[in-house]
């Protein structure tokens, strides 16, 4: 079936530091990618989304590029802040069906001053 | 209020005990849905609503129970639970329930503890 994979965490930067967190995806068919974030004692929010091969989603100054040939949708961001810190998800959904976001274990991202 | 808002915010439970948590979503959404997030596993979906009719059943045991009475409002009935349910309970919300570019809306999540 349908199955998300990303990187351990937690993941520990410095603000301004570079961040990279790895996600690969397992799929039937072109799904689309998403990546949310869940800020502390909140509910998921979606980040960006990219919905065909080659799609770059981008907002607050995080990027991800949908690679079709390496099944991936990396999450990256040049210059982090200590308001960053979070827990990211990957997830995707197939576009057949209702509805169904297949997640990610999550990565807890910590930025520190 | 606008948004999903989910109560109660932390509940804790016995074995034997019935609860319910709610969901509101203040969208004008036609679908909705439960997530189950515990800790260090991806998150789960339980159920999907589409206009109050369950579309998604993802093998859930009977312990747990959803109702839809409109498509504004989902519950999830609790009753005989685990230990191992305890977990954050997510509910979310989304303007249809098909086609797979839907952007998830999330409340705050129930924080449910089984004693």
């Known amino acids: 079936g349908d199955s998300v994979t990303q990187m351990e965490g937690p993941v520990t930067l410095s603000e301004e530091a570079f961040l990279t967190i790895n996600c690969t995806y397992t799929a039937t068919g072109y799904p689309s990618l998403f990546w949310y974030v869940q800020y502390p004692g909140e509910g998921l929010q979606l980040l960006l989304k990219a919905t065909k091969a080659d799609d770059k989603g981008s907002n607050k100054g995080f990027e991800a590029t949908y690679r079709k040939e390496t099944t991936s949708f990396h999450l990256e961001k040049g210059s982090v802040q200590v308001s960053d810190s979070a827990v990211y998800f990957c997830a995707l959904s197939a576009i057949q069906g209702a509805q169904k976001l297949v997640f990610g274990q999550g990565t807890r991202l910590t930025i520190n001053p | 209020e606008t948004g999903v808002t989910q109560t109660p915010r932390h509940l804790v439970m016995g074995m034997t005990n019935k609860k319910s948590l709610k969901c509101e979503q203040h969208l004008g959404h036609n679908a909705m849905y439960w997530y189950k997030q515990s800790a260090k596993k991806p998150l789960e979906l339980m159920f999907v609503?589409?206009?109050?009719?369950?579309?998604e059943n993802n093998s859930v045991p009977s312990r747990f129970s959803p109702e839809c009475p409109n498509s504004s409002h989902l519950f999830l009935h609790l009753h005989t639970l685990q230990p191992e349910d305890s977990a954050l309970y997510l509910c979310a919300s989304s303007q249809e329930a098909w086609g797979g570019n839907e952007k998830l809306f999330f409340g705050s999540g129930t924080q449910l503890s089984v004693l």
């Open positions: 609503y589409s206009l109050e009719e369950r579309v």
